[in-house]
């Protein structure tokens, strides 16, 4: 016999009841305010078979909604539920949850996407998600290459727009969207000379200890434009903002596509390369669990196993001793 569904203290038997009654919990009651309506319409537009399917069909709509607010996407199913926007929620929206978790996720979506869309070019069903489908980080040589484009823009917004994208991915690992609203005034520098950048606007935020290497450029972005992001100014009103600015940047043809994704991993395999405590690893990222992380290992170079041996060995030289 299927287990009872019990909300608000009563038994729910059908659909309709429990796609009014959900309420989810990893969600802000703000945010719940918001995407409530647009999530209950494409839940009850799928036709779920039971509430159980229905609950767990508004709970995965539900993150999808609050991710693509912290992405600036419209709550447009023909824009949301999308293959491509499916798959970019799969592999960079999901950091918390668990590689099976994820796989059913983007499956579920999916299917809801097939059923509530008209426009969409969904196509069959996809090969299983992989752990190493993630932004790839780019290398020291391609790093060079991309501060070296940035100083031959055939243009000022250009220049701006390519060194501002390289300052706040390489230098502080901002998320693609945090890249629209961080401006020179969120660039501080500590008592000790640490500069510090401090995300506001966005949905996790937190202050990002800037590395050294990049410490000089971000100031000078900061320097001249206080009040506006630091990779420039767009018209354009629609969900691709930082992909339209991105795109006007000159990049030279053996150099790979610029994406923010791959700059955030290239700084996250920086920090994790230079051993920096994985706490402060997740905090200064917004990261809740260390699942992109561990997908960043293969892009970490070994130690040869002598000295790998010897750095184990040397982490405790001796025990603990009581207090005396």
């Known amino acids: 016999m299927p287990r009872k569904l019990v909300m608000g203290g009563a038994v729910v038997t059908d659909v309709p009841t429990a796609v009014a009654l959900y309420a989810p919990k990893k969600v802000t009651a703000a945010t719940w305010t918001l995407i409530a309506p647009f999530v209950r319409a494409c839940v009850t537009d799928s036709q779920p078979v039971s509430p159980w399917a229905a609950i767990r069909r508004m709970s995965t709509v539900a993150r999808f909604c609050d991710w693509a607010l912290e992405e600036y996407l419209p709550l447009d199913r023909e824009v949301l ?150 990779i420039g100014v767009s018209n354009d009103a629609s969900k691709n903002r930082l992909s339209h600015l991105i795109s006007h940047v000159e990049i030279p043809r053996p150099l790979p596509p610029l994406t923010a994704s791959s700059l955030r991993n290239t700084w996250l395999v920086t920090l994790l390369a230079a051993a920096v405590p994985l706490p402060e690893v997740l905090a ?18 070994r130690l040869t196993e002598a000295d790998a041996h010897r750095t184990i060995a040397q982490a405790l030289t001796a025990p603990p001793r009581a207090a005396g």
């Not at 996407?113 to 969409?120: C, E, H, N, S, V």
């Open 81 to 230: 539920f999308t293959p491509d926007t499916v798959e970019r929620y799969a592999l960079t929206g999901m950091e918390d949850l668990r590689l099976t978790s994820r796989r059913t996720h983007r499956s579920d979506l999916s299917g809801i996407g097939r059923a509530i869309t008209r426009r969409a070019p969904w196509l069959p069903q996809r090969a299983a998600l992989s752990r190493n489908r993630l932004a790839t980080p780019y290398t020291p040589g391609q790093v060079a290459g991309y501060l070296n484009a940035a100083r031959q823009q055939s243009t000022p917004a250009r220049t701006r727009t390519a060194f501002g994208l390289l300052a706040g991915g390489l230098g502080a690992g901002l998320m693609p969207g945090e890249h629209l609203i961080i401006t020179g005034r969120a660039v501080t520098r500590t008592g000790d000379g640490t500069t510090v950048l401090t995300v506001t606007g966005g949905t996790k935020p937190r202050p990002i200890p800037v590395l050294a290497a990049y410490a000089p450029l971000m100031h000078t972005l900061a320097g001249r434009h206080p009040d506006e992001p630091l």
């Open 284 to 301: 200064a990222a917004g990261l809740a669990s260390t699942g992109t992380l561990i997908d960043l290992l293969p892009h970490l170079s």
